[in-house]
């Protein structure tokens, strides 16, 4: 298993990919978000120094990622897009990517990390209070009802 930070227009491609793959996966329109928008600044959003996309591979291929990008509140990021490919799911891959996120934040310099997630996501639940996040207010608009907020002190 390998972790690497996307820097070249290759990585963060292959991070739209799999982007893409997860809001399919989701079945959820993601046009509230811009998520087309999003789709074409992945390196503004997410480049460097504020923000960082980790891709997960195995023997070459890459089989998931996660992204951290700023909130305007200057010590605070959002963890955005955590998805490993449905073959690589509940194998507890999910916890490596989760540390190597935790890990990069707080390299950034961040005090916390905000995140969302569906009520029906019930793993991706677990594994978040498994690792120290606790419920939350919404820290922004959106309009689907069965969202759930978490933040992590760093």
């Given amino acids: 298993m390998e972790f690497i ?28 978000q811009n998520f087309e928008e999003e789709m074409q600044q992945l390196q503004v959003m997410y480049g460097p120094p504020q923000g960082a996309i980790i891709l997960m591979l195995e023997e070459g291929k890459y089989i998931g990622c996660v992204g951290i990008r700023p909130l305007k509140d200057e010590y605070g990021a959002e963890l955005k897009r955590m998805y490993l490919m449905p073959d ?11 540390n190597k996120a935790l890990v990069k934040a707080k390299e950034m310099g961040y005090k916390i990390l905000k ?40």
């Fill in 5 to 32: 930070i996307a820097t070249t227009r290759e990585e963060f491609e292959a991070a739209a990919v799999l982007f893409r793959e997860y809001a399919s996966w989701l079945q959820v329109d993601l046009c509230f």
């Fill in 115 to 154: 995140l969302d997630t569906l009520s029906t996501m019930k793993p991706a639940m677990n594994l978040y209070l498994k690792n120290g996040f606790v419920q939350t207010q919404s820290y922004y608009h959106n309009p689907l009802a069965d969202v759930v907020y978490f933040e992590k002190e760093l």
């Fill in 88 to 98: 690589y799911q509940r194998k507890g891959l999910g916890s490596l990517l989760l």
